[in-house]
T-cell receptor, first 110, second 115 residues
Framework: GQQVMQIPQYQHVQEGEDFTTYCNSS?????IQWYKQRPGGHPVFLIQ?????EVKKQKRLTFQFGEAKKNSSLHITATQTTDVGTYFC??????????FGAGTRLFVKA | EAGVAQSPRYKIIEKRQSVAFWCNPI?????LYWYQQILGQGPKLLIQ????????DSQLPKDRFSAERLKGVDSTLKIQPAKLEDSAVYLC?????????????FGPGTRLTVL
């Protein structure tokens, strides 16, 4: 079946270091969304990418959508302790199904 | 605007018992989702409603899980009988129909423990 793979599963960084999580779909996506889930919380929408090759920035966060619309990445510059949580990508397939990746859990050491 | 409401927040039951969860989406959101999130994993879609019709229930274990959204507003998810592997957080999410964004708004979830 259709899958969205996300790597790495977790990452430990020192505060101030950069962080990147990658998302790969087995099929072409209509769009991709990114969510953040704080420990003990629920997923909260960050952004949606729709166009091939699209790049969007939110302060220290940079989101990219691949040219083939099958992969995406989230890069955080100079991590802070407030960035701690799990970052999920969620791909919308051509059949209008939303498939979540397994998430990347980010640990930030002060 | 008020967020997605879910109850109860926590539930502990023994295997083979029944349990029901309730969700009230954001007012005006036509699409409602139920997800199962096992610890350390991403949300897995169980069922998607648009108004009171089912759009996708391909991953719902229909022998024990059922869901309804009778009036196209709030929804209930039932498990009968529960198994140990059903221990998870059950998330409800809603989305506005139409518009440029497919943003889903999640409720706080119900943490189910099956003993």
């Amino acid at each position: 079946g259709q899958q969205v793979m996300q790597i790495p599963q977790y990452q430990h960084v020192q505060e101030g270091e950069d962080f990147t999580t990658y998302c790969n779909s087995s099929t072409t996506l209509s769009n991709i969304q990114w969510y953040k889930q704080r420990p003990g919380g629920h997923p909260v929408f960050l952004i949606q990418l729709v166009k091939s090759g699209e790049v969007k920035k939110q302060k220290r966060l940079t989101f990219q959508f691949g040219e083939a619309k099958k992969n995406s990445s989230l890069h955080i510059t100079a991590t802070q302790t407030t960035d701690v949580g799990t970052y999920f990508c969620a791909g919308l397939t051509g059949g209008f199904k939303t498939i979540f990746g397994a998430g990347t859990r980010l640990f930030v050491k002060a | 605007e008020a967020g997605v409401a879910q109850s109860p927040r926590y539930k502990i039951i023994e295997k083979r018992q029944s349990v029901a969860f309730w969700c009230n989406p954001i007012s005006g959101h036509a699409t409602l989702y139920w997800y199962q999130q096992i610890l350390g994993q991403g949300p897995k879609l169980l069922i998607q409603f648009q108004n009171n019709g089912v759009v996708d229930d391909s991953q719902l274990p229909k022998d024990r899980f059922s869901a309804e959204r009778l009036k196209g507003v709030d929804s209930t998810l039932k498990i009968q009988p529960a198994k140990l592997e059903d221990s998870a957080v059950y998330l409800c999410a809603s989305r506005r129909l139409g518009g440029a964004l497919d943003e889903q708004f999640f409720g706080p979830g119900t943490r189910l423990t099956v003993l």
